[in-house]
């Protein structure tokens, strides 16, 4: 019974490039969400997917920004041109039904140099 | 604006006495409110949660107590262990037709004493 899977857990990219940011959600679980937890701050919510469908995207920046959970394989966030400020830890979270208390994974820390 | 607010961003407690962590919300559509627990390099850890039909939800050492009139919510954890030491996490959700996701506050730090 594995937990919610993201890799890498460290990721480091040069201004411009893009970063890709894996999360494979415990087995049975199709609900999926991201969260982005800046310095000294809480964490943000960016995006809730179910399978192939993006249910609710209100915290995502509108621009660079871009996530996916397909059928098969596990979910992507995605971040075009990375800039500084998008240094951050982001973690997934999944659940098995639309619903509270949801299993976060351990995170994938992008720092942008 | 900050929906979910914890105002102490620390607190330190002698092992054996009581830990008190505050958070206070703005939104009245909040309906389900959540603690977790974060230790450095780990993802948030679900605690405990409260419906807003409740005014207290007890789980082992920890219990979570709700004021809808004051918009206020605590964890207390008694007797508080050095293994409690770590970020806590007040979270709601609710409103916009039950929508998922969670509201974070900024954290508030627990060190607890041996």
């Known amino acids: 019974n594995a937990g919610v899977m993201q890799n890498p857990r460290h990721l480091v990219r040069r201004r411009g490039q893009e970063a890709r940011l894996r999360c494979s959600p415990m087995?049975?679980?199709?609900?999926v969400y991201w969260y982005r937890q800046l310095p000294e701050e809480g964490l943000k919510f960016m995006v809730y997917l179910q399978k192939e469908n993006i249910i609710d995207e209100s915290g995502m920046p509108k621009e660079r920004f871009s996530a996916e959970f397909p059928k098969e394989g596990p979910s992507i966030l995605r971040i075009q041109q990375v800039v500084r400020g998008d240094s951050a830890a982001y973690f997934c979270?999944?659940?098995?039904?639309?619903?509270?208390?949801?299993?976060f994974g351990s995170g994938t820390r992008l720092t942008v140099v | 604006d900050q929906q979910v607010k914890q105002n102490s961003p620390s607190l330190s407690v002698q092992e054996g006495r009581i830990s008190i962590l505050n958070c206070d919300y703005t939104n009245s559509m909040f309906d389900y409110f959540l603690w977790y627990k974060k230790y450095p390099a780990e993802g948030p850890t679900f605690l405990i949660s409260i419906s807003s039909i409740k005014d207290k939800n007890e789980d082992g050492r920890f219990t979570v107590f709700l004021n809808k009139s004051a918009k206020h919510l605590s964890l207390h954890i008694v007797p508080s262990q050095p293994g409690d030491s770590a970020v806590y996490f007040c979270a709601a959700s609710g409103g916009r037709g039950g929508s998922e996701k969670l509201v974070f506050g900024k954290g508030t730090k627990l060190t607890v004493n041996p």
């Open positions: 979270a999944s659940s098995p039904q639309q619903g509270n208390g949801y299993t």
């Open positions: 087995k049975g679980h199709s609900h």
